[in-house]
């Protein structure tokens, strides 16, 4: 008999961990690429161009998006997505318009997408 009850627990440890795959934990940020993406937030919020965010953990995706004001559409979103981290990178930072304006596998590399540039000074 107790052969067959160590076969019954490991059927039921199998049914177990099958359950938990099916609910899967939504994605997040962790606390080194948040500290990094509210860095540039706030210096972005200081210097008088961004006034909102919220952030949204889905089965599929962590997003962080940017509002200028508080409104329906975001100007920016930040997007983590660990199924094309080993394609085009997991991180990617898209537009409005929805379209991807850095894609990558460095986080801190796709957020250099909010750098200033130097622009022409004309006297």
């Known amino acids: 008999m107790d052969g067959n009850a160590g076969g019954d627990d490991s059927q039921q440890q199998a049914k177990l961990i ?6 899967d934990l939504p994605v997040t940020f962790n606390r080194r690429e948040l500290d990094q993406i509210l860095r540039v937030y706030g210096f972005m919020v200081s210097a008088g161009e961004w006034r909102d965010y919220a952030i949204d953990h889905l089965t599929d995706r962590a997003v962080f998006s940017i509002f200028r004001r508080t409104s329906e559409v975001p100007m920016f979103r930040v997007e983590k997505t660990p199924r094309l ?3 085009q990178g997991a991180y990617s930072v898209i537009a409005a318009s929805g379209l991807v304006l850095k894609r990558g596998h460095e986080l801190d590399r796709v957020l250099r997408v909010f750098d200033k ?7």
């Open 117 to 123: 540039t130097l622009s022409v000074v004309r006297g």
């Open 85 to 87: 981290a080993r394609k």
């Open 18 to 23: 099958s359950l938990v795959r099916t609910h």
